[in-house]
């Protein structure tokens, strides 16, 4: 089955660290875009970083850019996000997303296509 | 950063209704726009790529339409199903950036 199931979420002290990852079983996953995308309590979606296919482009928002990293293997059909130096803000549901490409006519336009359940993690003491 | 913005924050509607749902970024970002439903406690589902484009399996009575900063999501007769948060996301650049979402509730 197509599926993203993420996993790690947890309650972790202010200034801890914590790795999520992200099982992609059912599609080739070398062949996407992946995504993460948190959502604080009661708030709205925010886009947290992404990775190419090969690990070789990565992006991140501003707001965590220096303290995650995101990283794959491809062999595990798998995504991580590293999370150092949290931060009581960092407290989310977060979701792992797969990033297509969607091409019309020579222009290629990408969206999130398949997502995860969910892993809450919550930065408190 | 590109901003989202989108109104209404909220709406209250029927079953059988037509509602649109208005996404505005702060510089323009072409065609480069989906829209993403969410149910209470679930994953973001997408409904829309390419402002207009409907995703697989998504029902005809959504739509979308616009360019550059002005983009709007219509769905045209309102089942009970599709009482959920609404969010617009830019896909044109980096940081990618969400719209505040609009929750479309039953009066």
């Known amino acids: 089955e197509v599926q993203l199931v993420e996993s790690g979420g947890s309650l972790v002290q202010p200034g801890g660290s914590l790795r999520l990852s992200c099982a992609a079983p059912?599609?080739?996953?070398?062949?996407?875009?992946m995504t993460w995308v948190r959502q604080a309590p009661g708030k709205g979606l925010q886009w947290v970083a992404n990775i190419k296919q090969d690990g070789s482009e990565k992006y991140y928002a501003d707001s965590v850019k220096g303290r995650f990293t995101i990283s794959r293997d491809n062999a595990k059909n798998s995504l991580y996000l590293q999370m150092d130096s949290l931060r009581a803000e960092d407290t989310a549901v977060y979701y792992c997303?797969?990033?297509?490409?969607?091409?019309?006519?020579?222009?290629?336009?990408?969206?999130?296509?398949?997502w995860g359940q969910g892993t809450k993690v919550t930065v408190s003491s | 950063a590109i901003q989202m913005t989108q109104s209404p924050s909220s709406l209250s509607a029927s079953v059988g209704d037509s509602v649109t749902i208005t996404c505005r970024a702060s510089q323009g970002v072409r065609r480069d726009l989906g829209w993403y439903q969410q149910k209470a406690g679930k994953a973001p589902k997408l409904l829309i790529y390419?402002?207009?484009t409907l995703q697989s399996g998504v029902p005809s009575r959504f739509s979308g339409s616009g360019s550059g900063t002005d983009f709007t999501l219509t769905i045209s007769s309102l089942q009970p199903e599709d009482f959920a948060t609404y969010y617009c996301l830019q896909d044109y650049s980096y940081p990618r950036t969400f719209g505040p979402g609009t929750k479309v509730e039953v009066k």
């Open positions: 059912g599609f080739t996953f070398s062949n996407f875009w």
């Open positions: 390419a402002a207009s």
């Open positions: 997303a797969r990033d297509r490409d969607y091409y019309k006519s020579i222009i290629a336009y990408d969206a999130f296509d398949l």
